[in-house]
């Protein structure tokens, strides 16, 4: 089955205490990136990665990390939470560029105190 | 940027009705998607869309990119139809722009 797999769906951790969230697709996708959702804010994109170790800055990048070392996975790193950075992460991937679809994993949801 | 703008915000529907949702764009349309966002905050894909019309089941949808809009229709709402539709445009790097949504709540 075609999919996107977060990791963790729900995390509740304490402000400066590192995180990763893990994310992997098996659709051999070679755009993947990250969103986080708020209320009132919407979707916005924090990273993308066009192909294994290629990576951007979306529209909220600061205070988050990624990497690309392989093609299926694309983790995002909280360095040091904060508040601020509670929220509903997704991952999606694509077929990327200007043709095609995008899938969304289930969502993580993260609280930080 | 491009805006995008959806209608309406809020629609409460009695199990059975029909309705159609609107999104607008301010500028071409690339790829349009429509997304559901179920009760438990997972993001379901709906249609891939650029133009033209589709259907799957009781839920079809069509894109006029011309006049920079899509259209999704609900037919035989139920309950599990609930939560936000949302439309989005990619407009390049996997960076889709999302509308604000409409909040869908369906009673039976």
């Known amino acids: 089955e075609a999919q996107v797999t977060q990791n963790p769906r729900y995390l509740i951790t304490v402000t400066g205490k590192k995180l990763t969230v893990t994310c992997s697709q098996n659709m051999n996708h070679e755009y993947m990136s990250w969103y986080r959702q708020d209320p009132g804010l919407g979707l916005r994109q924090i990273y993308y990665?066009?192909?294994?170790?290629?990576?951007d800055k979306g529209d909220v990048p600061e205070g988050y990390k990624v990497s690309r070392k392989e093609k299926r996975n694309f983790p995002l790193i909280l360095e040091s939470p904060s508040p601020n950075q509670t929220s509903l992460y997704f991952c999606?991937?694509?077929?990327?560029?200007?043709?095609?679809?995008?899938?969304f994993g289930e969502g993580s949801r993260l609280t930080v105190l | 940027g491009i805006q995008v703008e959806q209608s309406p915000p809020d629609l409460i529907l009695q199990e059975g009705a029909n309705s159609t949702l609107r999104c607008n764009f301010s500028?071409?349309?690339?790829?349009l998607q429509w997304f559901h966002q179920n009760p438990w905050g997972q993001l379901i894909n709906l249609f891939y869309?650029?133009?033209g019309t589709k259907q799957n089941g009781r839920l079809s949808a069509t894109t006029v990119a011309t006049e920079r809009y899509s259209l999704l229709y609900i037919s035989s709402s139920q309950t599990t139809d609930s939560g936000v539709y949302f439309c989005a445009d990619d407009r390049g790097y996997n960076k889709l722009i999302f509308g604000a949504g409409t909040r869908l709540a369906v009673h039976p």
């Open positions: 869309i650029p133009s």
């Open positions: 990665s066009m192909n294994v170790e290629v990576t």
């Open positions: 999606a991937s694509g077929t990327g560029g200007h043709t095609g679809e995008l899938f």
């Open positions: 500028d071409s349309v690339n790829n």
